[in-house]
């Protein structure tokens, strides 16, 4: 079945640091990838999505790139702030008919000091 | 726009005991799900409704838990009896249509049971 790995957490960084967090993927089809965040004592909320191979979204300085070849949709952002510790959850979607579930990594938390 | 709205935020209860969630999606989404999201792991889909229809359960433990949305709009998810393994929090999201990917979450029901 489809399935979602992510960089274990906790991560955390000085701010103005560079961030990645890891993700990769196993589906059959050709899914649809994403990025939510959890910010603390909220929902989740998407952060950034591609649709399909070589796509890059990209949201508030966050970036991640659908590579198919390696089956990745690694998270990145130049200059981290204090405001963006939160967990972050790697996601796919299999369009398959009127079904469309999301299926979630383990989520990594950041945390940022100043 | 109000966005999914879930109680109640926090629930105890003893096991074997029973309890029930309720959500609200935002106005107009035609898909509600229900997602379990387990300490340390990523929430994993448990129900998900197409209007008031059932479009995926195979991950709902049927002989405890159910769920219904009754008129294709608020929905309720009951556990009876619970289980300690049941300690999680229950996720609920809404999306315009199958397919879109992108899913509003609510805040989330944490359910304790000792």
Redesign the interface.
Known sequence: GDS?TQMEGPVTLSEEAFLTINCTYTATGYP?L?W?VQYP??????LL?A?KADDKGSNKGFEATYRKETTSFHLEKGSVQVSDSAVY?C?L?E?TG??????????TRLQVTL | EAGVAQSPRYKIIEKRQSVAFWCNPISGHATLYWYQQILGQGPKLLIQFQNNGVVDDSQLPKDRFSAERLKGVDSTLKIQPAKLEDSAVYLCASSRLAGAGELFFGEGSRLTVL
Do not use: D, I, P, R
């Not at chain 1, 004592?41 to 998407?46: M, P, S, T, Y």
């Open positions: 979602v649809s994403f939510y004592g909220e929902g989740l909320q998407l999505k649709t959850f996601a979607s369009n009127t079904a469309s579930k999301l299926t979630f990594g383990t989520g």
